[in-house]
Nanobody, 114 residues
Framework: QVWLVESGGGLVQAGGSLRLSCVAS????????MAWFRQAPGKEREFVAD????????NYADSVRGRFTISRDNLKNTMYLQMNSLTPEDTAVYYC???????WGQGTQVTVSS
């Protein structure tokens, strides 16, 4: 079994920043690629960013590239998502995921006010 726990969400004004964290337990975190997804009200869950197991290769959705940065600390079993220049369109529940698996966290709400 594996557990993924997100934190760091909240309410922020447009133009502001937040940093999300995802702590993993139950498996060898450093062996897996990880990803962030998000789901806005009434929309399907969408890919945000992913990072390989070593943390030296990342990919981003076009909508967040240049504003968001994904990273990981394998010694802390933690993945991060630094989100800058937030807009109301970034409002969603953000989920962490072990890439290409069905392991998901419970999500953390990010709300960006205009």
């Amino acid at each position: 079994q594996v557990w993924l726990v997100e934190s760091g969400g909240g309410l922020v004004q447009a133009g502001g920043s937040l940093r999300l964290s995802c702590v993993a337990s139950g498996r060898t975190f450093s062996a897996y690629a990880m990803a962030w997804f998000r789901q806005a009200p009434g929309k399907e869950r969408e890919f945000v960013a992913d990072i390989n197991s070593r943390g030296d290769n990342t990919n981003y959705a076009d909508s967040v590239r240049g504003r968001f940065t994904i990273s990981r600390d394998n010694l802390k079993n933690t993945m991060y998502l630094q989100m800058n220049s937030l807009t109301p369109e970034d409002t969603a529940v953000y989920y962490c995921n072990i890439r290409y698996t069905s392991y998901w966290g419970q999500g953390t709400q990010v709300t960006v006010s205009s």
